[in-house]
């Protein structure tokens, strides 16, 4: 397996320098890119899965386990504030539960039932779309899942980081994002883990970008929280009209910072104040 394979540069790591061990990660990174580039259509492909799972009114489940499973949470969580949409439309089940974002829980990835059980307990339903992450390819508690899945009818997608694997054969599309052994043998939080939210990333923006949430290149439905997302909220009504920055942050404060709202307002008036 590609993954728990020997990486021959790295034979001996033990003895290099911060400066040696740093360069060599750096060097072999490179790989992650062009892994990820090779599974440019699939990720397209999973892109556009994952809009019409949004625009039929489903979600996108991810499942994963270790550090999958917590890349997984991560992609899931940014989605409302960066594209305004509720937390319950990008969903990540992770084997061992919440804890397991905070905690290595390394048993419960040998626990397929339970990814069943989970997969029921949130009423997977047809309009979703399940996409499955394991670096092995073959961890029970992610195949289960994707099999299930896919039994129910329900489209899946399956991402790993090694040939010809259970998970990959499991799955309506199969993504291989082949980054090879690692510099530390079997550590795929490295190579592995960083092609996984490069993928996730493409994945979930495009998918974001064509259910229309984005405005050119603009994140029009950033839900302004804090005091930076709010300057962001400004800058962005100052792209998109003739405002200045004290006007925008005028309308969006009497338009509970709704960027859309502001800009539709700002378009409407804009002929009449020209003509």
């Given at each position: 397996?590609?993954?728990?394979?020997?990486?021959?540069?790295?034979?001996?790591?033990?003895?290099?320098?911060?400066?040696?061990?740093?360069?060599?990660?750096?060097?072999?990174?490179a790989a992650v890119l062009s892994a990820v580039s090779r599974a440019e259509l699939g990720l397209a492909r999973a892109a556009e899965a994952a809009a019409r799972a949004y625009q039929a009114g489903g979600r996108v489940v991810y499942v994963g386990a270790g550090t999958s499973g917590r890349i997984a949470t991560a992609d899931a969580a940014e989605m409302p504030p960066t594209f305004g949409v509720p937390a319950s439309k990008f969903v990540a089940i992770v084997a061992g539960g919440e804890a397991a974002g905070r905690t290595a829980v390394?048993?419960?990835?040998?626990?397929?039932?339970?990814?069943?059980?989970e997969l029921e307990e949130i009423g997977l339903a047809r309009d979703d779309f399940v996409v499955c992450v394991a670096a092995s390819g073959?961890?029970?508690?992610?195949?289960?899942?994707?099999?299930?899945?896919?039994?129910?009818g329900v489209p899946t997608c399956g991402i790993?980081?090694?040939?010809?694997?259970?998970l990959l054969e499991a799955v309506d599309l199969p993504i291989l994002l082949d980054t090879g052994p690692e510099v530390l043998t079997g550590s795929t939080r490295l190579k592995a883990g960083t092609s996984?939210?490069?993928?996730?990333?493409?994945?979930s923006t495009a998918a974001m970008v064509?259910?229309?949430?984005?405005?050119?290149?603009?994140?029009?439905?950033v839900a302004a929280k804090n005091d930076k997302l709010k300057e962001?909220?400004?800058?962005?009504?100052?792209?998109?009209?003739?405002?200045?920055?004290?006007?925008?942050?005028?309308?969006?404060?009497?338009?509970?910072?709704?960027?859309?709202?502001?800009?539709?307002?700002?378009?409407?008036?804009?002929?009449?104040?020209?003509?």
């Open positions: 397996m590609g993954t728990e394979s020997r990486h021959p540069r790295s034979i001996g790591l033990d003895r290099m320098s911060a400066r040696e061990i740093v360069r060599l990660m750096n060097e072999e990174d390394e048993s419960a990835e040998d626990n397929g039932h339970l990814a069943i059980e073959r961890t029970p508690f992610v195949v289960a899942a994707a099999r299930h899945a896919k039994q129910k790993a980081n090694n040939r010809d694997s259970e996984q939210k490069l993928a996730l990333n493409a994945i064509l259910s229309g949430k984005v405005i050119e290149n603009l994140m029009v439905d962001r909220c400004v800058r962005i009504v100052c792209e998109l009209t003739t405002l200045h920055e004290d006007e925008a942050r005028q309308l969006l404060e009497s338009h509970a910072w709704n960027i859309r709202r502001v800009v539709a307002v700002v378009r409407a008036t804009e002929p009449a104040a020209t003509s």
